[in-house]
């Protein structure tokens, strides 16, 4: 009589023909339009940052998976790649490089390996390396260039104010809405990418074509992505309606900061995102939440990132008490 062992592992758990590697690699294609407008806009900043971020984050995986885990290191599965990139698409395109080498360590070091490495981190890695540079170099962090200008010469570029924080600032110093809109780029040039700010949040046809690519693939499903903007969009509605002097429309919300790369490419996340679809509404709704409420109430223009950080510490409580019904279980229906 032959004995099955039950194998048991870490997340992600999916159960169909899929791969670790292979759903890694498919995000990755769906990063590749947003890098690209990204580098149209930014010149070779861009490319320089991602790629350093990326060659980063697998040597530091290798290292440390190899010597400290005392595991086969897994950089091959496409995890630290995307943890580059994601990285790299959270700065400037003018970041110094000792800055990414830093913030590749803190993602890789004490975001994902000092957990046990790959389906352990509760934490996305690659935002815990953006939140500790922007806590630890906030100049050079909030340097942001101004788009397609000095796209050869990325170190020394000329810098400028995201669209986020002009509104910001100008409505703190008491200047209405519409007056501010004439110092911030047309919609049209916005979604299309004409806006200062990150290298992978400069474009929102480029994000949304690759979220498009991943629900096609059936890499992510829509509810944490839905229920994030749909929230961020009631949210910033009903502050519009109330004063649209002070507030500015859903509309800007959506396609300026990180916003949409925030919810396809970092709120998705398989290990720190909820398992049920319950919860992954629950999930994305508290991310657009507290993202309008930092945007709005707090100090900082911007604040996906500290949402998507903070809902992360509540995935496991959602696990746990948000499950999908049971088959054969009477008492679940």
Request: charged share 10%.
């Amino acid at each position: 009589m032959s004995v099955q062992f039950l194998t048991v592992s870490p997340s992600p758990h999916i159960h169909s023909e899929d791969t670790i590697q292979k759903l890694m690699y498919g995000v990755i294609i769906a990063m590749l339009p947003a890098l690209a407008i990204s580098f149209f806009v930014f010149g070779i900043g861009a490319l320089y940052v991602t790629l350093l971020s990326i060659v980063s984050c697998v040597i530091i995986e290798f290292l440390l998976t190899r010597y400290l885990l005392r595991k086969d290191p897994t950089i091959l599965d496409g995890s630290a790649i995307i943890t580059g990139i994601l990285l790299a698409f959270n700065v400037p395109s003018s970041l110094p490089w000792w800055a990414i080498i830093i913030g590749s360590l803190v993602a890789i070091g004490i975001g994902k390996t000092a957990f046990g490495g790959l389906g352990n981190n509760p934490f996305n890695p690659a935002l815990v390396g953006r939140v500790f540079l922007l806590i630890s170099f906030p100049v050079q962090m909030t340097s942001w260039p101004v788009p397609f200008e000095s796209r050869l010469q990325f170190l020394d570029a000329a810098t400028g104010a995201t669209p986020l924080a002009i509104v910001k600032e100008g409505v703190d110093a008491g200047i209405p809405i519409p007056q501010l809109m004439n110092e911030i780029p047309s919609y049209l040039g916005l979604f299309l990418g004409g806006l200062g700010g990150s290298v992978g949040e400069v474009s929102a046809i480029g994000l949304i074509i690759g979220f498009v690519y991943m629900l096609w693939k059936k890499i992510i499903t829509w509810h944490t992505p839905v229920s994030m903007l749909a929230t961020i969009v009631v949210f910033t509605g009903i502050l519009w309606i109330i004063n649209p002097e002070k507030y500015i429309d859903p509309v800007f919300h959506l396609i300026t900061g990180g916003v949409l790369l925030g919810a396809f490419f970092m709120a998705t996340d398989y290990v720190t995102s909820p398992m049920s679809s319950r919860g992954m509404l629950m999930y994305g709704a508290g991310i657009g939440f507290i993202t309008v409420v930092i945007r709005v109430f707090g100090s900082y223009p911007e604040g996906v990132s500290f949402a998507i950080l903070i809902m992360n510490g509540f995935v496991p409580l959602m696990n746990k008490y948000i499950k999908p019904k049971r088959f054969g279980n009477k008492k679940n229906g």
